[in-house]
C-alpha cells in the first residue's frame, strides 16, 4: 500500500464504516487521515453527552473534538499545566448525561473516560493526579479499545526540543490511534506554540498539517 491510508479498489476491501465513533469525531479523522472515505455508522447518531444548562466554558459540544490550548514553556515529556487542566475538566464531565448508541442514559463516570499521553513520564503524572481508577496509558496500551470520552494530552511545549523529536509527536497513527478511541467526545490538550514547529522534510509538513487540523477543532 506505500503511504496510501486506504486500500485501493483494484488492490482489496477498503472497510469504510467505523461503528465507534459518531459522525462528529469521524469528521475528524476520515478527512485528516482516510481521504474523506471513512463513514460513520447510522447508529452511532444516537451517542451523546448533553451540555447542562448555562454552560459556557470549553466542554460545549455534545459530541466531536475540542482542542484547549494551554501555553506552557520547557516541557519535553510531561507537563503539570495539562495535568491540571485535564483534572478540571474531567469534574466537569462527570455527571453529565450521557446516552449510548442503544438508547442507554446514565450519568458519565471517571469509567467513561481514557486518557492518553505519547510520553510514559506524563502518563505516570496523570495517574498521580487523578488516581488509580482513571484509565491512562499510552497510545500502544489503548489500541483497539474505546470509551465515551478521550483525554489526549500533547504535553510537550516544542516538538523540536521532544527527546523523540517531531516524527514520533506528530506520527499520524499515534494522532490516528488516540482520538479514535472516543465515541462521543475526543478532548485533546496543548500547546499551540507546536504548530510553529520548524519542518524539514514533506513528510514532516503533512504530520504538522494534521495536528494542525486537530487545532481547529474548538
Known sequence: LH????I????????????????????????AIYQGKLLSHDDNNNQNIVVPEGYEADLNKESGVIFIPVHHEGNTQASDEEVELINSKVHELIGREYTDKEGNVRAITLEDMLFVAPYNHQVNKLKM???????????????????????FSLCSSDASESSRGIDFLYDIHRINVAVSRAQVLAVVIGNPSLLCTPVN??????????????????
Open 8 to 31: 485501493p479498489s483494484n488492490m482489496g476491501i477498503f472497510l469504510d464504516t467505523t461503528y465507534r465513533m459518531h459522525p462528529a469525531v469521524n469528521d475528524y479523522i476520515s478527512h
Open 201 to 218: 522534510t514533506l513528510s514532516q509538513m503533512k504530520k504538522v498539517n494534521v495536528l494542525s487540523r486537530l487545532m481547529e477543532m474548538q
Open 129 to 151: 493526579r487523578l488516581g488509580n481508577q482513571a484509565k491512562v496509558g499510552s497510545v500502544d496500551k489503548f489500541q483497539g479499545q474505546e470509551a465515551p470520552i478521550v483525554f
Open 3 to 6: 503511504e496510501s491510508p486506504i
